[in-house]
Structures are given as C-alpha cells and as structure tokens.
C-alpha cells in the first residue's frame, strides 16, 4: 500500500497543490493509498525520505519526494495509463504560451523599430493594422516607453522556459522540437528586427538561444539582422 | 519543392516569427522550399490559399496556412523525425509554467486566507516562511490589497491554457494527463483556501475546472473547502 503524505490545514484541509498533483496522479493510475497528514511543523514525519517539503510517496521499498518525481515515479512503476499524453497537445500548449503570452510581452518593445524596417510600400498597412491594435501610431513613441520599462517584464514570462532549460538543452528534451521552434521564432523576430538585447549572459535561456542561433548550418544566425 | 509565403520587410529581412516556426519545422524534417518573400500589401499572392496571413506553403496538391497546420502537416506528410519530442519534456514545461506564473500571481490572492487556516501549532512557521517570502507578516493586508487590484492579472495569465481549452477537453489532450493535474492542482489550492471566484463563467478555463472537479467521483469537488 502506498503511503501519501499530505500538508494539513485546520480541520483536515488540505490546500497544497503540489499534493493535488500526486493525488490525481495516483488516482489516473487506479492506485489507492494511505493517507498521511503533515503539518508544517511535523517534518519529522517525512525525515526518512530526506524531504523538508510534501508530497512524499512511500511506496515500496524507497520513499519518493517532489510531485514531479512522484508523477516520474508512477509512470516507470505502473506504467499502464501514460501521466503524460500525446506530445502534439503539449507542444500546442508551448506554442499559444509563445503567442499569447511571450509575443504580448515582446511587441512593445519591438514594434518602433518594426515599422522602420517595414518596406515602404507596406508602411500604410502596418500602420493602421498595428496601429488599431496598440491604440496609436506613434510606434516610435509608444516602443520608447516600453524600453523606459525595461525588459524585466518580458524576462519574467519567460520563467518556465528558464525552469525547463535549467534541466535540458531542448524545451523538447535533448534534441529541438516544435516548442523550441515556437520560441525560436520569437526571438529571432526580435532578432531581425532590433538591435535591443533581451537576455542577460548568464540567464539559461541565453545558451539555448546560441543553440537555436545554430542550429540548421546556423540558418537563424545567418539571417539579416537589424 | 514545396513553396514557403515569407513575410518580407525591407531590405528582405525576415522578422515573421510565425514564418521562423515554419521555416525551423521544414529543416527539422530536411526538406528544401522555394522561397516566396511576401509583403503586407502583397495577400494576392497568398489569396490562393484562402489566407490573409503568412506562413502559408505550397506542398504538393494542395496549400497549408497557418503555422501550426504546417507543423502538423509536415509530421503526417514526412513521418521521420517527429517535430513533437517526448512528452514528459512538454509536461515539465505546463508544470514549471504553473508554478512559475500561475501559482506566483495566485498567491498574493490567497495569502491571508490561507494563513487563517493553518493549523494554530503551525501558524508561526507559516508566518516566519512566508513573510520572508512576501516582505511582510500582514497577510490579511497584503492580500486586501492584492485582491482591490483584481484579478484580472491572474486571468492574462491563465491566456495559454484558455487557448488551449478552446480546442480540446483537457490540456493533454481528449483525456486529461499531468499537465491538466498540474493546473488543477493551482484551482485546488484556491479552493479549499478560499471563496474567493477566480473565473468568469464565459471563460473557457471555467468548464475545464468542472471537469477537473468531477475527475475521479469528483474527488476534488468532495474536498474540504473555505
């Protein structure tokens, strides 16, 4: 029988979310348990598996700590009912996290030196397209203000990317795949069109972007830049 | 040879991000493209496919618009080297994106709730954790003023799941999976810390958390809640 443990509220509340991930997880492989309530300051409770935090499994031999490894855990033990789903509807995720979420933060920031790079002939429509869309048409402007800002906002919403890319070369795991591609392309839309740096050198999303820069005999690196 | 529509601007330089997507996706899979750089006041060009709006390619019989069609497309029409990776590398990225923006613009919401409900014997350690956290032990405060600004920044957030949730039942696809337990989680921890309503009922994210509550005999509707 496996063993949960489970942060406690009073009268038997159970908040944690990281805890909710374990018990649906349990539950999706039809796995019953014992459950074990932990209030925070009953670490004693979960010592044996080296964890200061819940969730905590034991379920054999070894005790397993951290929802992600729980959920890891799972898979490789019952391996009937996949935790993970089909790959296309995770990478669709990445990519409207990219469109609705990374291109948002970017455009400001970009959309000045965008229309200056706008053939001429194209200039009209950008400006009444773009410009329906921000509410002026003073790009110039409007970019500047941003920048006063500065990148930070734009650097925080790429915090998952951060969390992903401190553990693996690839959003897609060891090799690229349509999620890297997804924000590949935002950056190099930054890229082509803005001398403006976005990352600091030591941020882990910098390296992976040297990495995309690379990749294809450096087709990203090679293109024109502003 | 397949025909790729690229958004040109001046000097032919190639900001598209969408067309960056495309243009990574046909490399992946080692197919060569005949280039057709399109400006904004060029769409004759791309008319033939019903599209306003590039990348659009040309690949045999028929055309493909819109990125995501093209990488779905090219993973049908060229089975080698899928573009979509492992899934567990697409699951790590919902998880990190829920505890790095979700739960951070949950939590100020919650705080003071939360708080009143830790058990009495661990309320000094919450208050020691989480006011170093926060900058500040005034909970009820914090979280007063965390909530006059609404949540409406909690919503922006939520942007890539309600994009996703307009396609399908459930972020990991027509079945629910960890990524689905991983946002459900955040719900949760709402949930059973306060009455607070997070979301609109109009909001696609809405009937996705019913169906997360109903998940399993409803195991987290049955949950002790505020």
């Known amino acids: 029988m496996i063993t949960l443990y ?56 070894k005790p397993v700590k951290d929802s992600w490894d729980i959920a890891r855990h799972l898979d490789s033990a019952y391996p009937e009912k996949p935790l993970f789903g089909p790959a296309l509807s995770h990478a669709r995720f990445v990519a409207h996290w990219v469109d609705g ?51 930070d906002n734009f650097r925080a919403v790429l915090e998952p990317a951060r969390r992903v890319l401190k553990e693996q070369p690839f959003l897609s795991g060891e090799q690229p795949g349509y999620a890297d591609y997804s924000l590949g392309g935002a950056f190099l839309w930054a890229r082509v069109a803005t001398p403006l740096e976005l990352l600091l050198p030591d941020d882990p999303v910098h390296p992976w972007r040297e990495r995309m820069l690379d990749l294809f005999d450096g087709m990203g690196r090679k293109a024109k830049v502003a």
């Open 101 to 151: 979420a990374v291109h948002l933060a970017l455009f400001p920031l970009l959309v000045g030196d965008l229309y200056d790079r706008v053939r001429p002939v194209d200039q009209p429509y950008f400006k009444e397209s773009r410009g329906k869309r921000l509410g002026t048409t003073d790009f110039a402007g409007f970019q500047a203000k941003a920048r006063e800002k500065g990148v």
């Open 6 to 61: 489970d942060l406690v509220f009073q009268d038997d509340r159970r908040p944690s979310p990281f805890c909710w991930r374990a018990k649906f997880a349990l539950k999706h492989k039809g796995l019953a348990w014992r459950d074990e309530p932990v209030g925070f300051t009953e670490k004693q409770k979960i010592a044996f598996a080296q964890s200061q935090t819940v969730p905590v499994i034991h379920d054999g031999p």
